[in-house]
């Protein structure tokens, strides 16, 4: 049996492709009229400097798919290729090859942006001997969500949590409204029972102790660097074992220049927003071919 990253999508997303056609076509479509319905095909170009990751299959696929265009593809979801590289081939009416260009190619470029970012954060991390998790954010795109999270999976990240209600998530503004970390910890699990994770950001040493005396079950280590970073997990590592389980994450300010003194294992977690926020995107290009 062969997995599918397709199979992880909900039945909703093929709304969300409709919704892009809605935003950039909401009236009439004129470079349609002018090019007809001849059928072309047209050859999918990676393009770009470096290698690349390639991500967001489905989605691309779908757009043409609901203009009853077909797309024929050449490598696998996944895949890293060189530019140039023939990706894939769509065959269709021209309006409609056209009419589904640019809304295809910026999903495509973003996706496989994050999935090339994602993996090479990876990469690195592992080279450094980093043997936790990697993970992105929630500072993803309004109504973009699904495509960034789906590209972190494909980049081989861990996307982290999906939304207010897959994990509980209490960081500083919520523990000031609550008064302090183990009040808001108890409301917290008087509401959200035993199947959700909690993971509190804390800023010190004695909120991380604080934290996990409540019974949290990730305590993020929120800007903590360096040796106070690897000192504070150690700590507090030794002074609960045997009597809590919990993770330790770090977050805040990760970068590729920095990663090697964060990426330590003493921490389970490492979640930074570099795989998604301004993440450079591979240019691809879909040209129509002239017939023989």
């Known amino acids: 049996m062969t997995n599918s990253y397709e199979h992880l999508l909900p039945p909703s997303w093929k709304a969300q492709v409709a919704g892009w056609f809605a935003e950039d076509t909401p009236s009439f479509d004129y470079g349609g009229y002018v090019v007809g319905e ?26 043409f798919a609901q203009l009853g265009c077909e797309v024929e593809w050449h490598l696998q979801e996944g895949d890293t290729f060189e530019p140039v590289k023939h990706v894939a081939t769509v065959r269709g009416k021209a309006r409609h090859i056209l009419l589904g260009e640019r809304i295809a190619l910026n999903m495509l470029a973003r996706c496989s ?6 993996k090479r954060i990876k990469d690195l991390a ?9 993970a992105g954010t929630r500072k993803t795109t309004p109504g973009f969500r699904l495509v960034e999270k789906y590209g972190m999976i494909v980049g081989g990240i861990d996307p982290h949590r999906h939304d207010l209600s ?11 409204s ?5 009040a808001a910890i108890q409301q917290a699990r008087a509401v959200g029972g035993f199947s959700l ?22 305590i993020m280590l929120d800007n903590m660097e360096g040796e106070h970073l690897v000192s504070v997990a150690r700590k507090l590592k030794e002074k609960w074992a045997g009597k809590r389980k919990f993770l330790f994450e ?28 301004s993440v450079q995107h591979i240019d691809f290009s879909l040209k129509i071919q002239m017939p023989n």
Do not use: C
Request: aromatic fraction near 6%; proline fraction near 1%.
């Open 38 to 63: 001849v059928h072309r095909e047209a050859f999918l170009f990676g393009k770009g400097k470096h290698t690349a990751v390639l991500a967001g299959r489905p989605f691309f696929t779908e757009v």
């Open 113 to 118: 942006g994050i999935a090339t970012k994602s």
């Open 126 to 134: 592992v080279g450094y001997g980093y043997k936790g998790i990697i």
């Open 166 to 176: 897959s994990m509980i998530m209490l960081k500083d503004n919520h523990i000031w």
């Open 178 to 182: 609550s008064g302090s970390i183990t």
């Open 197 to 218: 994770l909690l993971d509190v950001e804390v800023g010190s040493e004695a909120e991380a102790d604080e934290a996990i005396e409540a019974g949290a079950d990730i």
């Open 250 to 277: 770090t977050s805040g300010n990760i970068t590729e220049s920095n990663l090697q003194e964060r990426a330590v294992n003493d921490i389970d977690i490492l979640s930074t927003s570099v795989v998604h926020q």
